[in-house]
């Protein structure tokens, strides 16, 4: 009902201000007006204040009362928990009007004073707007807390940090590593006797240290690696056979995308100097290689990223069993004590494998470069030779006859 009557008397203001601008131009009032102006020459002036004086003046005052009562009368209505709100922006005191022909007969001086004690206690026509009062910042240890209990974010690993493993993988518990079951010492006898007839005497002369590595997936010399160390007359000194996880063998995609078969390809090689690593990170196929050992072989213009290296979480309980993506791993124990043998002893020139620039692939059969004269050519590197082959081993006892 409010509201009604406040619409009404907008409407009733709007149409006594247009009546009283019309009554301004009315063509009689401006005749006197210029008439008293050019008889007084304050004509102007006179007409100007009585029209605001008898006219503007009290409609407004009287469309000002009248709305701000029905203003409060509405937002009663609206919202009836609010009269304390409304108390509050109530004027502290209440100023009789005087009748405008008071007004009008004062000095102007006077009028002055009366209209700014008015405007003064004219009532607001809107709630005050009230300001709220800044959240005070939590505590260092309050916003540790918070984030404490809060749910944990994905977040992306850039490709680029090579060497920092994701929270899972530092995270994850290591297996324990299988029960190793060496060869026996007749089959050891017979394994060496397999590499050594695998050697050329250019590879015998040429390398000191010599790595066989079995991935088959069956057989007493299955999924080992053998350490062999050449002595002063040419005869090879095993010093180490460890189990180890060779590759899966199938037709794979890395987490990345990428076609990438779980081969480990059979074959000879070199390692590769400038990829040595005590401390790795795949962004192949995220996952840390702890003690890092590149091969160095091009295959089809690529540098391959076959490696020798540790493994870790659950790939350590893996160990004897083909497991991995391609490379070749070692419990991180055994890895660490390679690494460490071959960067403090094996420093050295290491022969020259073929390369085919037809193919952009470097042989892995075993083909060394020789210069013209028929000197083998040599590059700085590591005295090492790395012999994969899918070789499980023989029935010794079959073979002694």
């Given at each position: 009902?409010?509201?009604?009557?406040?619409?009404?008397?907008?409407?009733?203001?709007a149409?006594?201000?247009?009546?009283?601008?019309?009554?301004?131009?009315?063509?009689?009032?401006?005749?006197?007006?210029?008439e008293?102006?050019?008889?007084?020459?304050?004509?102007v002036?006179?007409?100007?204040?009585a029209?605001?004086?008898?006219?503007?003046?009290?409609?407004?005052?009287?469309?000002?009362?009248?709305?701000?009562?029905?203003?409060?009368s509405?937002?009663?209505?609206?919202?009836p928990?609010?009269?304390?709100?409304?108390?509050?922006?109530?004027?502290?005191?209440?100023?009789?009007?005087?009748?405008a022909?008071?007004?009008?007969?004062?000095?102007?001086?006077?009028?002055?004073?009366?209209?700014?004690?008015?405007?003064q206690a004219?009532?607001?026509?809107?709630?005050?707007?009230?300001?709220?009062?800044?959240?005070a910042k939590?505590?260092v240890?309050?916003?540790?807390?918070?984030?404490?209990?809060?749910q944990?974010?994905?977040t992306?690993?850039?490709?680029a940090?090579?060497?920092?493993?994701?929270?899972?993988?530092?995270?994850?518990?290591?297996?324990?590593?299988?029960p190793?079951?060496?060869?026996?010492?007749?089959e050891?006898?017979?394994?060496?006797?397999?590499?050594?007839?695998?050697?050329?005497?250019e590879?015998?002369?040429?390398?000191?240290?010599?790595l066989?590595?079995?991935?088959?997936?069956h057989?007493?010399?299955?999924?080992?690696?053998?350490?062999?160390?050449?002595?002063g007359?040419g005869?090879?000194?095993?010093?180490?056979?460890?189990?180890?996880?060779t590759?899966?063998?199938?037709?794979?995609?890395?987490?990345?995308?990428?076609?990438?078969p779980?081969?480990?390809?059979?074959?000879y090689?070199?390692?590769?100097?400038?990829?040595m690593?005590?401390?790795?990170?795949?962004?192949?196929?995220?996952?840390?290689m702890?003690?890092?050992?590149?091969f160095?072989?091009?295959?089809r213009?690529?540098?391959?990223g076959?490696?020798?290296?540790?493994a870790?979480?659950?790939?350590?309980?893996?160990?004897?069993?083909?497991?991995?993506a391609?490379?070749?791993?070692?419990?991180?124990?055994n890895?660490?004590?390679?690494?460490s043998?071959?960067?403090?002893?094996?420093?050295?020139?290491m022969?020259k494998?073929?390369?085919?620039?037809?193919?952009?692939?470097?042989?892995?059969?075993?083909?060394?470069?020789?210069?013209?004269?028929?000197?083998?050519?040599?590059?700085?590197?590591?005295?090492?030779?790395?012999?994969?082959?899918?070789?499980?081993?023989?029935?010794?006892?079959?073979?002694?006859?």
């Amino acid at each position: 009902m409010a509201v009604r009557q406040l619409s009404t008397l907008y409407l009733a203001a709007a149409s006594s201000f247009t009546v009283a601008i019309v009554l301004s131009q009315h063509p009689t009032l401006n005749r006197a007006a210029h008439e008293g102006a050019h008889l007084t020459g304050v004509g102007v002036m006179n007409t100007a204040v009585a029209v605001n004086d008898y006219i503007f003046t009290p409609g407004w005052h009287l469309a000002r009362d009248v709305s701000t009562s029905l203003y409060r009368s509405a937002m009663s209505e609206m919202n009836p928990a609010t009269p304390q709100r409304m108390a509050a922006n109530a004027p502290a005191k209440k100023i009789e009007h005087a009748p405008a022909a008071v007004i009008a007969n004062a000095t102007p001086k006077k009028r002055a004073s009366v209209r700014r004690e008015i405007a003064q206690a004219a009532p607001m026509l809107r709630p005050p707007i009230i300001e709220q009062q800044p959240e005070a910042k939590p505590s260092v240890q309050a916003q540790t807390e918070v984030a404490s209990n809060a749910q944990p974010k994905f977040t992306l690993v850039p490709q680029a940090a090579q060497n920092a493993a994701p929270p899972s993988v530092i995270n994850a518990e290591p297996a324990a590593a299988p029960p190793d079951h060496p060869p026996s010492a007749a089959e050891l006898v017979q394994i060496e006797q397999h590499f050594r007839s695998s050697l050329t005497k250019e590879m015998l002369a040429n390398f000191e240290l010599f790595l066989f590595v079995s991935k088959a997936d069956h057989g007493s010399a299955a999924q080992r690696m053998y350490v062999f160390q050449k002595q002063g007359n040419g005869n090879l000194n095993p010093l180490y056979n460890w189990p180890v996880s060779t590759g899966r063998e199938l037709d794979e995609f890395a987490p990345n995308g990428a076609h990438a078969p779980s081969i480990t390809p059979a074959g000879y090689y070199e390692l590769d100097p400038h990829r040595m690593y005590a401390d790795h990170f795949s962004s192949e196929w995220r996952q840390p290689m702890p003690y890092a050992m590149f091969f160095n072989w091009e295959n089809r213009g690529f540098q391959t990223g076959l490696a020798i290296h540790g493994a870790t979480g659950k790939d350590i309980g893996l160990l004897g069993e083909r497991a991995s993506a391609g490379c070749i791993h070692l419990a991180p124990e055994n890895a660490r004590v390679l690494f460490s043998l071959i960067k403090a002893d094996y420093k050295g020139l290491m022969p020259k494998f073929a390369y085919d620039k037809r193919t952009a692939t470097m042989s892995n059969q075993g083909v060394i470069l020789h210069t013209t004269d028929g000197r083998v050519e040599m590059e700085d590197g590591y005295k090492v030779l790395v012999f994969i082959e899918n070789y499980g081993g023989e029935n010794v006892v079959a073979a002694l006859f």
